[in-house]
């Protein structure tokens, strides 16, 4: 059997639900690495985030000149085009949410028992990033993830690779709100230059109010994905 047939059988092998149980300890251990382990959970958010960004400027015809990644978890990413617009509007906004809304594609599709399939789409992203990538450091960033995952596809039992799925899909939804609240605590002064305050300038569009609404929307990814992962914790799943 060749090895793109044995890739197809894994990719295409459906994972069973993981026990409750099982669920649960996976809950706490992402809640657990989201308080004790924050600038490693960090390094992965702002990952989705300059994705984020990326996406969202090659969407909207912007082109896309770069992206870097930096040891102390910040990041970059640079775009050509009009500096003005919906365009621009777009991209800024894209970076915030990112993080959980990968989480909650990968709540929805581990959920339906392809994350075998949901895995191996992570690491063909992280290998179209890294085309883009401008720094030694966020190569080695993507190259260590990419390769975890890529090894987890080939090597990993299809059940436990669905307990990774879930593992990140719960890591990046209970992280997501963590970085829009640190900015919401951040002065206006030493902010200056984030997502929010380019946004309110290009908008007149207050930050705190950019702020609320990437806060809104993390909060939501979580609860929803909450909703999928763990049906009956919620009343809305009643």
Not at 101 to 119: E, P, R, S
Not at 161 to 173: F, Q
């Amino acid at each position: 059997m060749s090895w793109y047939e044995v890739l197809w059988r894994r990719v295409s092998s459906t994972t069973p639900t993981p026990d409750t149980s099982v669920l649960t300890l996976i809950g706490f251990a992402a809640l657990a690495s989201v308080i004790l382990a924050w600038p490693l959970v960090r390094m992965l958010v702002t990952v989705c985030h300059e994705a984020g960004h990326a996406v969202a400027a090659t969407v909207t015809g912007r082109s896309l000149e770069g992206i870097r990644l930096h040891s102390d978890t910040s990041g970059l990413t640079v775009s050509r085009g009009a500096p003005k617009g919906a365009g621009m509007v777009v991209t800024l906004f894209a970076g915030y949410p990112a993080a959980s809304l990968v989480g909650l594609t990968a709540a929805f599709v581990a959920g339906a028992g392809f994350a075998v399939a949901m895995v191996l789409l992570l690491v063909v992203a992280l290998a179209l990033m890294l085309l883009k990538i401008r720094n030694m450091h966020g190569a080695l960033v993507v190259l260590t993830l990419g390769a975890a995952l890529g090894l987890a596809v080939w090597y990993v039992p299809v059940t436990f690779v669905g307990w990774l799925a879930y593992g990140l899909a719960w890591l990046l939804l209970l992280a997501g709100p963590r970085p829009v609240l640190e900015l919401a605590l951040t002065s206006r002064r030493t902010a200056s230059g984030s997502d929010a305050a380019q946004l309110a300038r290009l908008t007149r569009i207050p930050r705190m109010v950019w702020i609320v609404l990437w806060l809104g929307g993390t909060v939501a990814a979580l609860i929803l994905g909450t909703a999928i992962m763990a049906p009956g914790v919620l009343p809305i799943t009643s």
